[in-house]
């Protein structure tokens, strides 16, 4: 059983800053794509930003955090990260690692990232 385990959450204010981790039990080079979700009360889960299998690793991002949102990876580590700049209320909500390796999807137990004054 693959497990995904995040980290980095926290409280930050309007305009700061903050980084999340990703670690995985397996190997992140062979997944079909590892990225972030969130997850705003009430709200859907909805795709933040995701590194796809394919020549280059190609990136996406919600529209909502492009220009704000950097997403990498470590493969030695089998850590995924996700950085985040100029913060804004709207992007508070829990973070969610996602693993799609062959058939199947894995996901962390997510980290709290709280957006506030």
């Known amino acids: 059983q693959v497990q995904v385990v995040e980290s980095g959450g926290g409280l930050v204010q309007p305009g700061g800053s903050l980084k999340l981790s990703c670690e995985a039990s397996?190997?992140?080079?062979?997944?079909?794509?590892v990225g972030w979700y969130r997850q705003a009360p009430g709200k859907q889960r909805e795709l933040v930003a995701a590194?796809?299998?394919?020549?280059?690793?190609?990136?996406k991002f919600a529209d909502s955090v492009k220009g704000r949102v950097s997403i990498s990876r470590d493969i030695a580590k089998n850590t995924l990260r996700l950085e985040m700049n100029d913060l804004k209320p709207e992007d508070t909500g829990v973070y969610y690692c996602?693993?799609?390796?062959?058939?199947?999807?894995?996901w962390g137990q997510g980290t709290q990232v709280t957006v506030s004054s």
């Open positions: 397996t190997s992140i080079v062979i997944v079909n794509s």
């Open positions: 590194i796809t299998r394919g020549g280059g690793s190609p990136r």
């Open positions: 996602n693993l799609q390796l062959g058939l199947n999807t894995y």
